[in-house]
């Protein structure tokens, strides 16, 4: 059974940084594209970055210069290196991994919280 296991969230002070880890365990799964959404309190959970097999990225236009996704897929690893946090980036965030048939697996959530 594949899980995805996240790690690097945390309390950090606006204008700061702060780097998620996602890596797979588990099993041997072929990955097509990796990416991570949060979900503040009351909203859906929103897609904010994601990266394909190929290299391809996106990123949602809030986090757009801030953030850098990037994946080690022979690991099935992906990372979010976030940078100039502000307070409205508080949320849980979660890794999504896609398997070339459609499948998605989500880790359990992180979370980061920017505050003074």
């Known amino acids: 059974q594949v899980q995805l296991v996240e790690s690097g969230g945390g309390l950090v002070q606006p204008g700061g940084s702060l780097r998620l880890s996602c890596a797979a365990s588990?099993?041997?799964?072929?990955?097509?594209?990796m990416g991570w959404y949060r979900q503040a309190p009351g909203n859906q959970r929103d897609m904010v970055a994601s990266?394909?097999?190929?290299?391809?990225?996106n990123y949602a236009d809030s986090v757009r210069g801030r953030f850098t996704i990037s994946g080690d897929h022979a690991k099935n690893t992906v990372y979010l290196q976030m940078n100039s946090l502000k307070p409205e980036d508080t949320a849980v965030y979660y890794c999504?991994?896609?398997?070339?048939?459609?499948?998605?697996?989500w880790g359990q959530g992180t979370q980061v919280t920017v505050s003074s």
């Open positions: 999504k991994q896609t398997t070339w048939g459609g499948y998605a697996y």
């Open positions: 990266i394909t097999r190929g290299g391809n990225t």
């Open positions: 588990g099993g041997q799964v072929s990955i097509f594209a």
